[in-house]
């Protein structure tokens, strides 16, 4: 069975941080890129990063760069998005998904959901 894990959400203060965990299980880790995904309320998703445990090479949108950094633990299966400088826009569900990390589009070609975890920055 193909797992999906989120961990790591919670309530912040602006200028905190924060740090998701994306635990994989179910399927070959190094044939998929990971990736995070974000959806606030009346926003579309939004691709925030992905990363290629292959190789380590990543992907930041614009909105995270300089304060997102995501690394990957081969040995366990998990990636871990580290927020910093976090503001009130970076409120939204996070959803991690395993796929393709295009340096150009971002996470995309997704094949698996995790089921979400909730990140509210506050002001």
């Known amino acids: 069975e193909v797992q999906l894990v989120e961990s790591g959400g919670g309530l912040v203060q602006a200028g905190g941080s924060l740090r998701l965990s994306c635990a994989a299980s179910?399927?070959?880790?190094?044939?998929?890129?990971i990736g995070w995904f974000r959806q606030a309320p009346g926003k579309e998703r939004e691709g925030v990063s992905c990363?290629?445990?292959?190789?380590?090479?990543?992907y930041y949108a614009d909105s995270v760069k300089g304060r997102f950094t995501l690394s990957s633990d081969n040995a366990k299966n998990t990636v871990y998005l580290q927020m910093n400088s976090l503001t009130p826009q970076d409120t939204a569900i996070y959803y991690c998904?395993?796929?393709?990390?295009?340096?150009?589009?971002?996470?995309?070609?997704?094949?698996?959901w995790g089921q979400g975890t909730q990140v509210t920055v506050s002001s």
């Open positions: 990363i290629w445990s292959s190789d380590g090479s990543t």
């Open positions: 179910g399927f070959t880790f190094d044939d998929y890129a």
């Open positions: 998904a395993a796929g393709v990390c295009d340096y150009d589009l971002g996470p995309t070609g997704v094949d698996y």
